[in-house]
T-cell receptor, first 110, second 113 residues
Framework: RKEVEQDPGPFNVPEGATVAFNCTYS??????FFWYRQDCRKEPKLLMSVYSSGNEDGRFTAQLNRASQYISLLIRDSKLSDSATYLC???????????FGSGTRLQVQP | EAGVAQSPRYKIIEKRQSVAFWCNPISGHATLYWYQQILGQGPKLLIQ????????DSQLPKDRFSAERLKGVDSTLKIQPAKLEDSAVYLC???????????FGPGTRLTVT
């Protein structure tokens, strides 16, 4: 089983739609969680950290469920510019670097 | 603030040849990472440095890959000899501390023919 699993998509949604991605992780001792965004042929960029209490940044909301070991990202009022691959990222005790999921591709259509 | 710099941006080599990539992290960042990203997959950590010491190289194919970070600043990643399956984007990232989020460079796209 992969350490971090994501639905690869693609998720094709119209502008203005609300879309949600989930990500599951296998190590219950995982410590920190992030969502990164990666545009085609570009490097990953931090979108937001994910906290146990949940956090919101504009149209983006991230949630963490430690009991079920999943992380979610909700995007409201989708824009064309949100089209990208969204990478779920986890850090684990004993391995201090980031473990990436394979990403979920989002395509927002006019 | 200048970002993470990498060179070259693109490289095409034949299998069994050697290749080297260079990374200059953000000034003051103690931690440096090299990742391999194969098309359609997420980045996979190859090696992590804290200053000029190796923290984690458990996923580095040491029979052909090597990396160093002299003086705790710039780093080079070398592949010798290259195989077809090494075709990927090699990403360098840095962070001010371990466990935190990372800043990525633009990557080097390697094609092995």
């Amino acid at each position: 089983r992969k350490e971090v699993e994501q639905d690869p998509g693609p998720f094709n949604v119209p502008e203005g739609a609300t879309v949600a991605f989930n990500c599951t992780y296998s190590n219950s001792a995982s410590q920190s969680f992030f969502w990164y965004r990666q545009d085609c042929r570009k490097e990953p960029k931090l979108l937001m950290s994910v906290y146990s209490s949940g956090n919101e940044d504009g149209r983006f909301t991230a949630q963490l469920n430690r009991a079920s070991q999943y992380i979610s990202l909700l995007i409201r009022d989708s824009k064309l510019s949100d089209s990208a691959t969204y990478l779920c990222v986890v850090t684990n005790t004993g391995r201090r670097a980031l473990t990436f999921g394979s990403g979920t591709r989002l395509q927002v259509q006019p | 603030e200048a970002g993470v710099a990498q060179s070259p941006r693109y490289k095409i080599i034949e299998k069994r040849q050697s290749v080297a990539f260079w990374c200059n992290p953000i000034s003051g960042h103690a931690t440096l990472y090299w990742y391999q990203q194969i098309l359609g997959q997420g980045p996979k950590l190859l090696i992590q440095f804290q200053n000029n010491g190796v923290v984690d190289d458990s996923q580095l194919p040491k029979d052909r890959f090597s990396a160093e970070r002299l003086k705790g600043v710039d780093s080079t990643l070398k592949i010798q000899p290259a195989k077809l399956e090494d075709s990927a984007v090699y990403l360098c990232a840095s962070s001010p501390r371990t466990g935190g989020w990372q800043y990525f460079g633009p990557g080097t796209r390697l094609t092995v023919t």
